[in-house]
Every structure is written in structure tokens, then in C-alpha cells.
């Protein structure tokens, strides 16, 4: 006579953990190293930028709470894995490598990898490189096509752990080019002390930059995967997506 109470119990105990479980901020992680224009601290402290806007967003769309988790790069993934994140939104691109580790929700921009150099060095793309000491952030995209397509064509390639360690080591005189996102190599040469320096080129389609950007995710994550599709798809739908584009960078990125 009391096995069906029990039965019951335990079903409500589990609806309310379920009910709990969804109620929990969802916790986004970006890399703790700033990223402008996509991700950095604001003077308040506060982390703002194209992603963090973006992402709360999307959250507001899917009708949950979230929170910036800063993360370093070199290990966001194995935080998301070992539950400690439940979503990565800073700017990772879908690869097949990557997708044989950890799922991703649909792109929400693409832009491609860009040289950056002083405006006297001459450099029309990949086959100038030759001699050369080319800078790029490991782990990423970039450093990919950088091992896959350029190392028999540069003279060396140097990986760096942070993008600004790139970017300071090009001022320095340490490197004669880097290779790194367009949009934060527009946002780079905007600063004063980036002046004598441009984009020679950008780098051409390649498998190693994947299908766009994406919310990395857990494999076994399909229910927040539909929520956060549905959800990119409203904020583009709507505008939202373009809108902050615009703003952060001055033209359209969304796919």
C-alpha cells in the first residue's frame, strides 16, 4: 500500500530538482582575458561587449537568468565539459575538431582572420610571408590555419597565450605580422599607439576557420541547444543581433 506514495514522492522530489535546476542562472564563459570589442571590463569593472550584450540577450529570449563566468581560454573548454560553465559564447569558431569534443548551438556571426602589419612592410597575402615572423594567439582558429596552410611559407610562426601579447609584441618590433579576428584587428588600430600599422590582408577561406561562430555547449545538452537556436534566431530575427553589431563594430556581422 505505500509503494505508490514513495513512487510519487520521489517523482515530485525529482520535478522539484528539475524546477530548480532550470531556475539557476546559467552560467556564460568567456575567456578572463579581455577580447575588445567582443568581450572586456568596462570602468566600472563591469564585463560588457558585442558577446556579453549579446548573450544576455539571447538569455532574455529564452526567458532565463545568466551570468559571465571569466574563464581562461586555454581551459574553457574543459570547464565547460567538467560542468563548471554551461555554455561557451566568445567567439568560437565550429570546427571538426572541436565538434568531436563538445556540441555547438547554430553560428550567430562569421568574419575572417586578418594580417596586420606596419604600413610600410609590403605584404599582399599568405605567399609574401615568406622571411617573415609571424604572431598569432594558440588555440585558436587562426593558429590552425597559421600550422595547416602557412608553415612551409613563413619564416616562423610564434604562438602566444592572450591576443594582446600578440598584439603588444607587433608594436614592439618583435614581429612583423600578425594573423587574428578582423573585427578585433579594426578595433586594435583604432588606438593611438597602433598608428603606422593596417590590415594588409585578409586570409582566405579555409576548412580550418569552420562554419561561423557559435555557443559551445555539452554534448549531451540538446535541450538548451534547441532553447539557445530558437533563441539566435529571435535575436536576429528582430534585430537585436545587427543592432549591437553596428554598434561595437559599424557594419553587419550577424549571419
Known amino acids: ?6 513512487t510519487l514522492t520521489a517523482a515530485a522530489v525529482l520535478g522539484l530538482s528539475a524546477t530548480a535546476q532550470a531556475s539557476e542562472p546559467l552560467k ?17 569593472g563591469e564585463w560588457t561587449g558585442f558577446e556579453v550584450e ?9 526567458e532565463r537568468s545568466c551570468e559571465i563566468t571569466p574563464t581562461g581560454w586555454s581551459g574553457i573548454i574543459p570547464s565547460l565539459k567538467a560542468g563548471r560553465i554551461d555554455m561557451i559564447m566568445n567567439s568560437m569558431s565550429i570546427t571538426e575538431a572541436r565538434k568531436r569534443v563538445i556540441d555547438f548551438s547554430d553560428p550567430y556571426y562569421f568574419t575572417p582572420g586578418a594580417f596586420v602589419a606596419a604600413d610600410d612592410l609590403t605584404l599582399g597575402g599568405p605567399d609574401d610571408l615568406g622571411g617573415k615572423v609571424l604572431g598569432v594567439q594558440a588555440a585558436t582558429t587562426n593558429a590552425t590555419y597559421a600550422r595547416r596552410a602557412l608553415r612551409d611559407s613563413v619564416g616562423d610562426i610564434r604562438l602566444y597565450d592572450q591576443a594582446e601579447q600578440v598584439n603588444r609584441d607587433l608594436l614592439a618590433g618583435r614581429l612583423d605580422v600578425i594573423l587574428a579576428d578582423k573585427i ?3 578595433e586594435f588600430l583604432e588606438r593611438d599607439e597602433a598608428e603606422g600599422y593596417e590590415i594588409k590582408a585578409t586570409a582566405p577561406r579555409h576548412e580550418a576557420y569552420g562554419e561561423g561562430v557559435g555557443i559551445g555547449l555539452r554534448q549531451d545538452d540538446d535541450a538548451l541547444q534547441a532553447d539557445l537556436n530558437a533563441a539566435i534566431a529571435e535575436v536576429r530575427e528582430d534585430g537585436t543581433c545587427s543592432a549591437l553589431s ?9 549571419t
Open 28 to 44: 556564460i564563459g568567456i575567456s578572463a582575458e579581455p577580447y575588445p570589442p567582443f568581450t572586456y571590463t568596462s570602468s566600472e
Open 54 to 62: 549579446l548573450g544576455m540577450a539571447i538569455c532574455e529570449a529564452m
Open 246 to 254: 553596428e554598434e561595437y563594430f559599424g557594419t553587419d556581422i550577424c
Open 1 to 6: 500500500m505505500n509503494r505508490p506514495l514513495i
Open 184 to 186: 578585433a584587428m579594426n
